[in-house]
C-alpha cells in the first residue's frame, strides 16, 4: 500500500484501529502521533496526512489536500467474465497500471454463474480496485461493470469508430498486437479480451462487425489475467495522461 486511501467524508471521523488501513500506519509505516504519511481521497486529491493521536480504539487523521492526480488513460477494457478469483486480480492489476472503465461481460464460452458470484454482489470488487490504486498511489477508479453482455457491450460504445478496436485472440488474429498497437494513434483505445476459454465463433464475427481488429501476443497461450496485464502495459506506453 504506498498510499493509504479514504472514502470522501471518512476523514471526518476517527479511523478504528480494527480496520486495515490503521494496522498498515501502525505496523507498516510504523507511524506515530505527529507523523505525516501520504494519503488521497478516492477520485479526489492527493496530499499528506497527519497521525493526530490515538486511543484504545481509533486513530484520529488530519488531511491535507494537495495535488489532483491525472485522469486515468483512456484505455477501455472488455474481459469475458471470468472465475471470481481471476477477476480479483484483473481488478487489482487494472486499477494499478491504469484504464478509464472495465467491463466484464457475457460471451458464448464465458460461465454466466460467475457474474452472481459474491465479489460482485457484496460489492467486494470495490476493495480490489482500491488496493490497485493504492499501489499506483493514484486516488482515480475505473468505473466497472458486469451485466453486460457482448453484444450490449459493443452497441454501448461510441458509433464512430475513432478509438482503435483491438481484440485478443490465439487463433484466428490477423496481426501482431504490437503492430496493430502501433498503427493506432496515442489516444482512446479499446482492448478486449476474452474469457478464460477464449472466443467462440460468434463472439468473433461479432468483434469484426463491430470495427475490431484481432490480434496476437504471440504463439504461447498465456493466462487471461497475464495477457491483460501484458497487453495493457504496451497500450500505457505513450497513452498515459491521455
Sequence with gaps: MNLVLFEPGELASPLPLADPRAQHILKVLRRSPGDTFVAGVVDGPLGVATFVSDDA??????????????????????????????????????????????????????????????????????????????????????AVTWTHTLASALAA?????????????????????????????????????????????????????SGFTLCSLGERVLRLETAAAVALGMALHGRVGG
Aim: glycine residues 8%; charged residues 20%; hydrophobic residues 45%.
Design 157 to 209: 460504445l461510441p458509433t464512430v469508430l475513432a478509438a482503435p478496436r483491438l481484440a485478443l485472440d490465439n487463433y484466428e488474429a490477423t496481426a501482431p498486437f504490437s503492430e496493430a498497437l502501433h498503427g493506432s494513434a496515442a489516444g482512446e483505445l479499446v482492448l478486449a479480451l476474452g474469457p478464460e476459454r477464449g472466443w467462440g465463433h460468434a463472439d468473433r464475427d461479432a468483434l469484426r462487425a
Design 57 to 142: 480504539s481509533a486513530l484520529r487523521i488530519a488531511f491535507a489536500p494537495g495535488r489532483e492526480p491525472p485522469p486515468l488513460p483512456p484505455v477501455t477494457l472488455l474481459l469475458g467474465l471470468p472465475r471470481p478469483q481471476t477477476a480479483r486480480d484483473l481488478l487489482r492489476d487494472a486499477a494499478t497500471l491504469g484504464a478509464s472503465s472495465i467491463h466484464f461481460i457475457a460471451t458464448e464460452r464465458a460461465d454466466p454463474n460467475y457474474a452472481s458470484s459474491s465479489l460482485w454482489t457484496s460489492g467486494e470488487w470495490r476493495r480490489h480496485l482500491l488496493a490497485g490504486a493504492a499501489q499506483a498511489c493514484d486516488t482515480r477508479l475505473p
